[in-house]
């Protein structure tokens, strides 16, 4: 199957982070996704953001590279760079040098403009910056940094993703494409719509560790087990809390009211006290097929073979390369299945060759440096 997204064409820059990850997602749709590299190196099975790509290494520095790249986005939908404002202006490839159709996603930080445009940064920076960060703190802690699955991927790749996929819909009513400045401080805070609301109405304080859902409540935080392992439990909802105490043999008649804040200490202190009496895996069989919302918290190796994950086909060994397999799925036009990541420049001929180069040119454009 070819994948929803067939017949896209999509140049990325090379890079990190969130920029690799919105291509792979493209090239997962069924996009064609060709990276250019600074240079050609041995295949990396471990860098999963590359699979399904194709790959051509240029020297941008040159002008016949820069030409190449010219050319190539001459035939492109969609760029993607995740560089700091002005390096593609400062290459000739910026969005006034290309074509008025091609859609210029943009991936950064802090944005293409602002007072810290050119400052660097990574995702625990913009959460801080956001002001997302300090809703993660407890009352006796400071944030602990959540991975880099907010901004970077969160607020970043996906509203990448997002906005030049609304820009290829405007494409097709308009003809015109059109720049992308996907920022990473738009973005995440963009994902708050649910807090802002709560922070208007009174209902969320900026008191940490004394909310819904920052682990104040103690319907909504983990626990630690008798075997030292943890169990994640959310029940918010009234009917999911009675399942809750039923599940832990409790009389709520003896406990502090679900909401009644003042109480929550002691059910904290109540419930910590209780799922220290058992084993993780003995909670998950109580509460397995409850709507008590409570999940134990599964190491990565675990997930892979948890019944659910398994039976759905979640995870995925691409040549021994465990990783997550496309989301989401579309039942007419599924996703590709994924392959093991090429290596930088290994599609230099294919790619050169769809642009008319013949082998006497490709051969001397290695001679030249233009392909590194």
């Known amino acids: 199957m070819t994948g929803p997204l067939h017949g896209l064409k999509v140049i990325e820059f090379a890079g990190l982070g969130p920029a690799p990850l919105a291509g792979q997602l493209l090239a997962d749709m ?9 240079a050609s190196g041995p295949a990396d099975p471990y860098d999963v953001n590359r699979r399904g790509k194709r790959s051509i290494a240029l020297n941008l520095k040159s002008d016949t590279g820069r030409g190449i790249a010219h050319d190539l986005l001459a035939q492109a939908d969609i760029l993607i760079e995740g560089f700091r404002p002005g390096v593609m202006e400062r290459l000739g490839l910026g969005p006034d040098d290309t074509p008025d159709t091609l859609i210029y996603g943009r991936m950064t930080g802090w944005g293409q403009d602002g007072p810290l445009a050119q400052t660097a940064g990574h995702d625990l920076t913009y959460l801080a910056q956001t002001g997302v960060l300090s809703l993660m703190a ?8 959540p991975l880099n699955l907010i901004a970077d991927y969160g607020g970043g790749a996906m509203f990448l993703v997002f906005g030049v996929l609304s820009a290829v819909i405007a494409r097709g009513r308009t003809g015109r494409g059109q720049v992308v400045d996907a920022a990473m401080v738009d973005g995440v805070p963009a994902m708050m719509g649910l807090l802002h ?8 304080t900026d008191q940490p560790g004394q909310n819904w859902l920052d682990g ?3 319907f909504y935080r983990c626990y630690r087990c008798a075997d030292g392992r943890d169990v994640a439990v959310a029940a918010l909802e009234p009917q999911f809390y009675a399942a809750l105490l039923a599940g832990l043999e409790l009389e709520p008649i003896s406990l502090p009211d679900q909401n009644d804040r003042s109480g929550w200490p002691a059910l904290t202190d109540k419930f910590s006290k209780m799922f220290a009496r058992r084993p993780r895996d003995e909670w998950a ?10 999940a134990p918290v599964l190491s990565m190796e675990e997930a892979r073979d948890d019944p659910h ?5 979640t995870y995925l060994s691409v040549d021994d390369v465990w990783q997550a397999a496309p989301a989401p799925r579309l039942n007419h036009t599924p996703p590709r299945n ?14 050169l060759s769809e642009l008319g180069y013949d082998q006497t040119s490709i051969d001397a454009l290695r001679t030249d440096g233009v392909l590194t």
């Open 30 to 38: 069924g996009a064609d996704v060709v990276v250019i590299d600074r």
């Open 138 to 145: 407890t009352v006796d802690a400071p944030p602990r940094p």
């Open 197 to 204: 609301g709560f922070m208007a109405n009174g209902f969320w």
């Open 216 to 218: 104040g409540a103690p």
């Open 285 to 294: 069989r109580i509460f397995a097929g409850t709507d008590a919302c409570v």
């Open 309 to 313: 994950m398994a039976g759905r086909g």
């Open 338 to 351: 994924p392959k093991s990541s090429t290596a930088p420049g290994q599609d230099a001929e294919a790619v």
